[in-house]
């Protein structure tokens, strides 16, 4: 393997989110002294072509004011044809500096204060607080956990919209936290069902090149174009070449009507292009960073089965089934931690952050998510800690 994941990279005092004390401690009840497997980036470094990329506009050393080229979006549409089997056109692609401030920007743009939101739980909790910090309402639609299986509850999801006058539907594929990666035929149904009530689709498929070789990534992209007229895709390089602080995401608006009123909500607040390193970031990622793709995906698939094989051995009364894509672990501690405080006992007894369930919704709770995106031996060492302590 050309490139060495195994080594650990001290990320202390680099203004780090996830290894910043001084920001986690916030999050943990004042704690410092934890290991951090919560924030959803990767503990590796990042591939030698963006880097180097990054290092030639350093070298030029002017930063002024950039624009995006001819070669930015052909990129970009070359690697969702080869990746994802998508066929994108250039004008269908909008900048914008995050999926999250996007999602937040087409609520506001699609949306008015006191309108509905449809989510399914467990869920990336951004998806809810985004909303209700723009004055709307969410309304749930719990995935079916099938002894640690998920699926979607269609006939329900139907009924919400109809009962709730749903305007908008946030869907996350691959889901964070639980790792399913939908089927054509899942977004097929919820699809039509969209379409017959007029509900705008924002699917979230940021972690869609994080998918593992024995399950395949279906956008809603790929699907017949009756779809495209109230849909929105978010994508962007951040989670599947570790970029997120370039904080540049890729939204595709097949449709001419929602992409302008989308590009009016981005100009009222003057946000037009990605920075220098951003767009020098996504040529060269997508132009020359499979190889280290294909690698940390390898050595991801090997942290999950990892994962799978310490807990069975060292604690077999937990519920983990191996995720379909993402870098992220959905674990059930519910029947081993019962009669404790599961925030105590990881803050003060395992000195482990991760997220914790309860935060993705009430069905979350009792499970932890875990990020694996890191040198198996700092993996091992959070595990142990775990364990030493239940």
């Not at 990320?11 to 986690?24: A, D, H, L, Q, V």
């Not at 963006?50 to 950039?66: D, F, P, W």
């Amino acid at each position: 393997m050309k490139y060495n994941f195994d080594k650990p990279i001290d990320r202390t005092n680099t203004n780090s989110k996830k290894w910043n004390s001084e920001i986690y401690k916030e999050t943990y009840h004042g704690h410092t002294d934890l290991l951090p497997l919560w924030v959803a980036d990767m503990d590796f470094k990042v591939a030698q072509p963006i880097l180097n990329s990054m290092k030639e506009i350093i070298e030029h050393g002017v930063l002024g004011y950039t624009s995006t080229d001819e070669e930015y979006y052909q990129a970009i549409i070359n690697w969702n044809k080869k990746r994802k089997n998508s066929e994108i056109k250039k004008e269908w692609i909008v900048f914008t500096n995050g999926v999250v401030p996007a999602i937040s920007f087409m609520i506001q743009a699609f949306t008015q204060k006191g309108d509905n939101i449809l989510i399914q739980t467990p869920v990336y909790h951004p998806f809810r607080l985004t909303t209700e910090n723009n004055e709307r309402n969410i309304i749930t639609n719990p995935l079916i956990n099938n002894n640690g299986i998920y699926s979607m509850n269609f006939e329900d999801f139907e009924k919400k919209i109809i009962e709730n006058h749903i305007k908008a539907f946030i869907l996350c594929n691959p889901h964070n936290p639980v790792g399913r990666v939908w089927t054509k035929e899942d977004l097929i149904q919820l699809g039509d069902i969209c379409l017959k009530h007029n509900v705008l689709i924002i699917s979230d498929e940021i972690h869609s090149d994080l998918i593992f070789k024995e399950h395949k990534h279906c956008s809603f992209l790929t699907l017949e174009k009756k779809y495209f007229s109230n849909l929105i895709v978010c994508t962007a390089p951040s989670k599947t070449f570790n970029l997120a602080g370039i904080q540049t995401s890729l939204i595709i608006i097949p449709d001419e009507n929602l992409r302008k009123i989308y590009q009016k909500t981005l100009r009222n607040v003057r946000i037009e292009t990605p920075n220098s390193f951003g767009i020098a970031a996504i040529k060269s990622a997508y132009t020359q960073g499979e190889e280290w793709l294909e690698q940390v995906i390898e050595y991801l698939d090997e942290n999950r089965k990892f994962i799978e094989k310490f807990l069975r051995k060292n604690l077999p009364n937990t519920k983990y089934i191996k995720p379909e894509g993402t870098y992220l672990a959905w674990i059930y501690l519910g029947d081993i931690l019962k009669n404790r405080d599961i925030e105590k006992f990881f803050e003060e007894e395992a000195k482990v952050a991760i997220d914790y369930g309860h935060w993705f919704g009430e069905e979350g709770k009792g499970y932890i998510r875990l990020n694996f995106a890191c040198p198996r031996i700092i993996l091992e060492e959070a595990l142990n800690k775990i364990k030493n302590s239940i």
